[in-house]
């Protein structure tokens, strides 16, 4: 099953699995922009939107996402805020270099197939000196995650890896400075991480 496939399937239930459990690190992840004169941020990886609600009104907001029907949820909760939904590949972002002032990847680092990809598109659509506000699942570098690798085969093709090191994934992006880590939620399997780009 494709990735296309399983997140229209999964977003009417979306919301109800994660908004709750989620909404503590989301705003904690976001507070960054806050204090920012206005600026142009792309939401990669935007899924239902439950970003949005806790988003600084100022500035304008670009969320991508793979699917329809994630999307049509997104726009729902757009109330307030310069949003504009664009339905593309978090992977193979369609903007031209450094188009965004920041970036937000929330739960999608550990959903598409190819991580590092998906991050070193994002630093290249982020301008020099732009966060990039990373909130996700990552097993730490050595750890060993038995049954996280057990179950990886049968959950990546249904919604999302268990398998990714943050540290294999930044390390294949050399413009990218870390300049928070801390854990979030499960003991630390969530952190929530900010980067700078150089």
């Known amino acids: 099953m494709s990735l296309k496939h399983s997140y229209t399937l999964i977003a009417p239930i979306y919301d109800a699995l994660l908004a709750g459990a989620t909404r503590s690190p989301r705003r904690k992840s976001l507070a960054p922009l806050a204090p920012h004169a206005p600026l142009q ?15 600084p009104r100022q500035h304008r907001y670009v969320g991508l996402d793979l699917t329809a029907a994630m999307l049509r949820r997104a726009v729902g909760r757009e109330a307030g805020l310069h949003f504009h939904p664009v339905r593309g590949d978090a992977q193979r972002l369609p903007f031209a270099d450094a188009s965004f002032d920041a970036a937000v990847l929330h739960l999608i680092l550990a959903v598409v197939p190819e991580p590092a990809r998906c991050l070193a598109e994002t ?76």
Do not use: C, M, Q, Y
């Open 41 to 55: 941020v792309l939401i990669n990886g935007v899924g239902t939107g439950l970003d949005l609600p806790h988003l």
């Open 123 to 198: 630093a290249r659509v982020v301008k020099r000196g732009g966060a990039i506000l990373v909130f996700d699942k990552f097993l730490r570098h050595g750890e060993r995650g038995w049954w996280k690798r057990a179950l990886n085969p049968l959950t990546r093709r249904v919604a999302t890896r268990l398998d990714v090191v943050f540290e294999e994934v930044l390390a294949a992006t050399d413009s990218l400075a870390r300049l928070r880590d801390e854990p979030a939620l499960a003991g630390g399997w969530f952190r929530l991480i900010e980067l700078r780009k150089n």
